[in-house]
């Protein structure tokens, strides 16, 4: 009994302690420092953010990353602890933190930055910010004339600032512009400065306690691996109010980035992550104290393109080379003083895809949005991709058409010789055009074949063989090598070609005149070509009249295995009958043009170490001849293709470096009789 009076003693005595330990961290918490601990409690928040998913790299054929990502700092505003009464106390001094730092934010107010206060879009033009603009005065119904000084008044009215400093205000009101653009509320976060260096992120967190509800969130931005290629990779960008509706279906937020242009936009399915979200537990100051929900994002896929690196890049660099020379050295009959671009596109002659699509005058695409202007209003238009976006006479590049319809229509036969007077006279006296060598040394190629004929490019043979071919034929040859039409490359932007032709002329209520025709047998009169056009053109002669559908993407990959997910089949678009004597006769011709003494680009290609064709074009253009040069290699299996026209760049001959340069980048491992290697092995 006694030991068990002894047991019951001791568990009571334990029970006492318990309960005074209890009770006296009761009373610490709740009595001593209750207040404390219930001002801390009120300062913490739960905050749910969007954790942003990667996008999908882009790669060159061989996997060498275009564009990739990184991972910055962002400052956003968070509307759970933003306050509304200190807006403008905190926005001033994140200005200033700006502009100590040289960071910039985004403010897409078309508004100049200084009094008097102008509108940065001409009245009239249509273009984002104005539609923007528009769409912001008459959802407030100020009147639509509304001078920007007076906007600037009526925001600062609107947002309730009391800034008197012109300058300053005005970037208050652009920035305000943008939290209401981007519908900034609890449940959608305003993303205030993107990838801000870590300078700055320390002093807002050390001013953090003045800055209610800024925040610093990391995202990945994108990052360029080359400032090559700029036209084809294109850009990401905030979402313009005028997209939104359409993306706002597809689980868009306003506040999202999304594919402008190029391969960005072409491939926005493929390239966009799925974003995750996290919980957290968060002090007024924005320091996280718990994890409470984390839902991971989903990584974009990756695209691999058609385009060799190395070729771009060799492209770009001879193109930034060759036009300022032309301009230097000039030349009083056939131009070149005044060449305002460029454009050369490679093709594979077995696929279709795009090995090189350069434009010269190129831009600084990690610098877009920031020399925007500048770029907008040059005389050199870099913006404009003159790839596919250019339009020229393709002036003897266009020889070929006219010889295949002579030869397929039996006008000619390959061993036909035809005697060459240098002055053609059939329609004189009204008409009179003369071959070149005549115009200049009073010579002509005197008895010649097809195939000499294109190796010498005799202007002659061609307005003889396209007389008599007939425009209606002419017309209907070239429109079979797709030169009327849009190629349907992926990225926006293509024009069409179109054809010098009857029909065309007289709906326009012109009559066509039988002289003309010989204009358009060596590619002049109405024709215009694209340098896309030209080059598939060209791939479709040598691949024995296959013509495929140009193409960019190659593959789209997993991120995380690099297993395929979609790869692009090649697409034959059209095929032109032709028969082995008419297509022995062109490449003959071509041939002789590129590696026979007296050919048009011998001077370049005569020694060149690997077999190759092309053929030159001069088309007559205001501000001087327009340089155009076509190519293939090799001529026994031709592999690839190259088109190149330089603007107001004079003679074809003049160019022919700049084929050479891609020429070199592809064939560079074949000249060590090795066959053709690469630093990494082709995405299949």
Known sequence: ????????????????????????????????????????????????????????????????????????????????TWDKSRREEVLKSLIS?????????TDTLPVSGTPPFVYTFTEGEETTASREMADYISDRKWNGD???????????????????????????????????????????????????????????KENSRSLPGVMIDVEPIREYKTKAAAHILGRVGIIYREEYADLKKKGYKMTDMVGKDGIEKAYEEYLRGIDG?????????????????????????????????????????????????????????????????????????????????????????????????????DEYLPLLNRAIQGRYPPGSTFKMITAIAGLEEGIITPTEKMLTTGKYMYYAPSTTPMCDI?????????????????????????????????????????????????????????????????????????NWYPGETLSAAIGQSDTMVTPLALANYVSQVVNRGVRYKPHLLKSVRDPDTNEEITSTTPEVVSRVDMSEETYRAIIKGLHAGAQEVGGTSYSMFGSYPVTVGGKTGSAQAPGGSHALYVAFAPVEDPEVVVALVVENGGQGSRVTSAAKAVFDAYFSASFNSTGRTNEGVLLA
Request: proline letters at 2%; glycine letters at 10%; one cysteine or more.
């Open 1 to 80: 009994m006694r030991r068990g009076n002894a047991r019951i003693w001791v568990l009571c005595f334990v029970a006492a302690v318990a309960a005074l330990v209890f009770f006296g961290r009761l009373y610490f918490l709740q009595i001593a420092h209750g207040e404390e601990y219930l001002e801390r409690s009120a300062k913490r928040t739960s905050r749910t953010v969007t954790v942003t998913a990667p996008r999908g790299e882009i790669l060159d054929r061989f996997g060498r990353p275009l564009v990739t990502n990184r991972m910055s700092f962002s400052v956003v505003f968070d509307a759970t």
């Open 146 to 204: 509304i001078s920007a000084d007076a906007l600037i008044l009526n925001m600062k009215e609107r947002y309730e600032l009391e800034c008197d400093d012109a300058a300053l205000l005005r970037k208050l009101c652009g920035i305000c512009y943008e939290m209401e653009l981007r519908g900034f509320s609890k449940s959608a976060p305003y993303t205030f400065a993107r990838d801000v260096e870590r300078g700055l992120v320390t002093k807002i």
């Open 438 to 510: 005549f115009r200049q040394q009073g010579k002509t190629h005197g008895n010649i074949d097809v195939s000499e004929a294109i190796k010498v490019s005799c202007n002659y043979f061609f307005y003889d063989v396209g007389r008599r071919v007939g425009i209606d034929n002419l017309a209907a040859w070239a429109g079979r090598f797709g030169l009327s039409e849009k190629t349907g490359i992926e990225i926006a932007g293509e024009v069409s070609g179109q054809v010098a032709n009857r029909v065309s002329r007289e709906e326009k209520g012109k």
């Open 97 to 105: 933190l700006c502009s100590g730092a040289g960071q910039e934010y």
């Open 277 to 377: 979200s996290r919980t957290t537990e968060t002090t007024t100051t924005g320091k996280t104290t718990t994890v409470l929900y984390e839902q991971a994002p989903v990584l974009g896929k990756n695209c691999v393109l058609t385009i060799d690196l190395k070729m771009q890049e060799a492209a770009e660099k001879a193109l930034s080379e060759l036009v300022p020379r032309l301009r230097r050295e000039g030349n009083a009959r056939w131009g070149g003083g005044d060449s305002k671009g460029a454009a050369i596109v490679a093709i594979d002659v077995k696929t279709g895809g795009l090995l090189v699509s350069a434009s010269y005058p190129t831009y600084d695409i990690t610098q877009y949005s920031k020399n925007y202007n500048s770029l907008s209003k």
